[in-house]
């Protein structure tokens, strides 16, 4: 888990405070913002026909992060295969029983008119496709990434947060543990113990919620880190993260970073807002 | 005004190149031997290794590119401003120039727009973040509650990385988590905020308390929502239904808010809630609602509605509401239920032409009577799916460009070019074409040759 912190407090009220969280991130977000980032359209090229050159890289990539694959098999009808299920229909100018209907030619005419488009063509027929999952299995696209690349998944393990950014904020990660006895091992952490942590300090709604119910902001965040206490396990200075001047990365090894529950605070239990 | 420009994206490593040139001082015009990498684009940052001098990284922020000539305004790194070309090692040998982009999200663009001191904008500047697509952008909730002292805030897309009209053809903005309930992914508190050409997908947020797209809270005064594509919200987000553009705040009754050429579709309540594409009920200025088109909005529970747009609930308010789609509104309870186009309270100023419904509204609220008997004589009520026309309505590909045999081709009413107006879905300049408007988020016909150039032309 990496967290992204404020550094001083902003000028108003409703800013952002000194040590807030302002961003959290898994590590499988992590990894997938780099596997997006290596099978960017941007990095293939078009075949002499101007469709997109069908590299095993980007396919691959395609094939595990999308719902559907679709292929012209003529001038009317589409196969639709759902990636997940594996199920296939027929799609065309009619409408099928759920109302859905396609016309092949007006829409790869207007995709390939654009320079990022992802149409392929096998045999004189166009196939591409569609609508990201949400469940994208990282470690299965990273394995595609690996074989047909030469980027490895163990190098891409921290958010690409910019040099402005580690002026302005400090970059830090953390962990969780694993016990068996009295011994652990450092985990990490996933899902809605991260996403948590950037929360927004939200006023507690009334139990009947009319629908032009405006949620009153207590906070910009819930959560902070006090970093100006943890320059031990930051192993940064308090001068230095408030510098501007400098960049701080305060990301260290999974086997030195600090428990979850050591930087990270919620400011509700440590009474300093009320919702 | 100053206009400032900084990239979003994830892209920490676009190009690598030396200087070989430098002219002025600060900003600086930079040749190099070898030009950069066309990824490169106004409002990345250029950063230098300075720890033979200074000990710092020098971080340039891009300005402008003419031809081989590049930009760079110093911005923080060493004591002072210092050329590029002064930038060496410890042989005297030049270091080279790493292009990156200026913030990572749009979470930590809005951070530093909160901030007081930022060094890489002036302070009562027109700040445009653009984003680009590097990567899928997953940031939960983005909340603008203050500006500072600058003039405007625009949040766009790269032109390079705009979507096409269609999802996922673009930068894409899929958040991973719930914003908080009624929050929004976008919450504007600030005045002059533009939000454009985005593409967002709700498609992840089907368990999650996420139900609105943007909010508007009210200070909202010569805000702009154009050329978005917002989509896929299912789920039940909670005690209150999906809402896709949603003002919830008062604004004055001289503010103007607009929203144009954005399409919204498949927002899919499962339990027990109501479900609205634009809903500016609350306003009490102006509120130009134009060229947009809604596609399937489909609410749970017997006495809740699926509303397309809804407006006017204030007296004072007037609503210019023209050359809207609303299609596909599903209902449990009764028809009065699905509503294309609601005009809340008589009393209220409505300026109503060329809306389309079609056949899933009931009669009071299709475009013609707007639920107060507007009698609009340039209405087109009563249309099918089929004569509307869409090119794809399949999931997956979902396409809402007008086909070829659409009822909405050149059935418009010409609005001139305030505020973009006539830019449609994909770029493509209305007004440029000399033809009638279209209905709608997209303009076809003769308008699509001449404002997006082909990239090439499809052998069929």
Redesign the interface.
């Known amino acids: 888990m990496e967290v992204?912190v404020?550094v001083n407090d902003?000028?108003?009220a409703?800013?952002?405070k000194d040590g807030d969280i302002?961003?959290a991130f898994t590590l499988d977000?992590i990894y997938?913002?780099?596997a997006?980032?290596k099978c960017?359209v941007?990095n293939f090229g078009f075949e002499i026909?101007?469709f997109r050159t069908p590299d095993p890289l980007l396919l691959d990539f395609l094939e595990k992060t999308r719902?559907?694959k679709?292929e012209r098999l003529n001038?009317n009808d589409?196969k639709?295969t759902n990636l997940i299920t594996n199920q296939e229909d027929i799609?065309n100018t009619t409408?099928n029983e759920?109302?859905?209907?396609?016309?092949v030619?007006?829409?790869?005419?207007?995709?390939?008119?654009?320079?990022?488009?992802l149409i392929f063509r096998s045999n004189g027929l166009e196939y591409?496709y569609?609508?990201?999952k949400?469940d994208i299995d990282i470690d299965s696209v990273w394995n595609g990434i690996e074989t047909y690349s030469g980027n490895l998944k163990s190098q891409h393990t921290n958010?690409?947060?910019?040099?402005?950014?580690k002026?302005?904020?400090a970059a830090i990660n953390t962990s969780g543990r694993s016990y068996v006895g009295d011994s652990f091992t450092r985990v990490e952490l996933s899902g809605?113990t991260v996403?948590v942590r950037?929360?927004?300090a939200?006023e507690n709604?009334p139990e009947e919620?009319p629908?032009?119910?405006?949620?009153i902001?207590v906070a910009?965040r819930r959560w902070f880190v006090p970093y100006w206490d943890l320059t031990t396990e930051l192993d940064s200075s308090v001068d230095d993260l408030r510098n501007?001047?400098?960049?701080c990365d305060c990301r260290k090894a999974m086997e030195e970073r600090e428990h979850i529950d050591i930087l990270t605070f919620d400011k509700v239990t440590e009474g300093i807002i009320s919702i | 005004m100053a206009t400032t420009t900084v990239s979003i994206g994830s892209n920490q490593n676009i190009d690598t190149e030396t200087p070989n040139g430098a002219t002025g001082s600060n900003p600086y015009v930079v040749t190099f031997g070898t030009n950069p990498n066309s990824t490169v684009a106004v409002g990345d940052i250029m950063t230098m290794d300075d720890s033979a001098n200074s000990g710092d990284t020098i971080i340039y922020l891009l300005t402008g590119i003419s031809g081989s000539n590049y930009t760079v305004k110093w911005c923080s790194g060493g004591s002072s401003a210092e050329s590029p070309t002064n930038i060496v090692d410890e042989y005297g040998d030049q270091q080279d120039a790493v292009f990156k982009r200026a913030f990572s999200t749009i979470i930590l663009f809005e951070a530093m727009v909160d901030d007081s001191s930022p060094s890489y904008w002036g302070s009562s500047d027109d700040v445009v973040g653009e984003l680009h697509a590097d990567s899928t952008f997953t940031d939960n909730t983005v909340n603008f509650n203050q500006k500072q002292s600058l003039s405007s805030v625009k949040l766009t897309v790269n032109s390079d990385d705009r979507h096409d009209g269609t999802a996922e053809s673009g930068a894409l903005w899929k958040p991973t988590s719930g914003s908080g309930h009624d929050q929004g992914i976008i919450r504007v508190a600030i005045d002059s905020f533009t939000v454009e050409w985005l593409d967002i997908s709700m498609a992840s947020l089907d368990s999650a308390n996420t139900n609105k797209a943007i909010v508007l809270t009210g200070t909202n005064d010569d805000c702009i929502i154009r050329n978005n594509l917002i989509h896929d919200k299912g789920g039940n987000p909670g005690n209150n239904g999906p809402h896709i553009i949603h003002v919830i705040g008062a604004g004055a009754s001289t503010d103007t808010l607009t929203i144009q050429n954005n399409i919204i579709y498949e927002i899919v309540e499962t339990n027990n809630d109501s479900v609205s594409a634009i809903n500016v009920n609350p306003w009490s200025g102006i509120a130009n609602i134009y060229n947009n088109t809604i596609y399937k909005l489909t609410c749970a529970g017997s006495s809740k509605s699926s509303t397309g747009i809804v407006f006017g609930n204030i007296s004072s308010s007037v609503s210019n509401v023209k050359n809207n789609i609303v299609a596909l509104l599903t209902v449990v309870g009764a028809s009065t239920l699905a509503r294309a186009y609601a005009k809340w309270a008589s009393g209220s100023t409505a300026n109503t032409a060329n809306n389309l419904s079609d056949d899933t509204t009931h009669a009071t609220y299709n475009a013609e009577d707007m639920n107060q008997s507007l009698n609009d004589s340039s209405a087109l009520i009563g249309k099918t799916l089929a004569q509307i026309d869409f090119v794809s309505t399949s999931a997956g590909s979902e396409d809402l460009h007008l086909d070829t045999s659409s009822v909405c081709l050149e059935a418009g009413v010409d609005l001139g070019t305030t505020n973009g107006v006539n830019i449609d879905i994909d770029g493509v300049d209305r007004d440029a074409t000399g033809v009638t408007w279209d209905i709608g988020a997209d303009q076809k016909s003769e308008a699509e040759s001449t404002g997006n150039p082909a990239f090439f032309l499809l052998m069929n």
Do not use: C
């Open positions: 992204i404020k902003g000028p108003v409703s800013s952002y302002v961003q977000e997938l913002h780099h997006q980032q960017n941007k026909d101007g719902t559907y679709f001038s589409v639709r799609i409408p759920s109302g859905e209907r396609i016309n030619y007006q829409y790869v005419s207007r995709r390939i008119k654009n320079k990022n488009h591409w569609g609508k990201t949400n958010f690409p947060f910019s040099d402005i950014e002026r302005y904020f809605d996403h950037q929360q927004i939200l709604p919620i629908e032009d119910y405006a949620p902001v910009k501007r001047n400098h960049m």
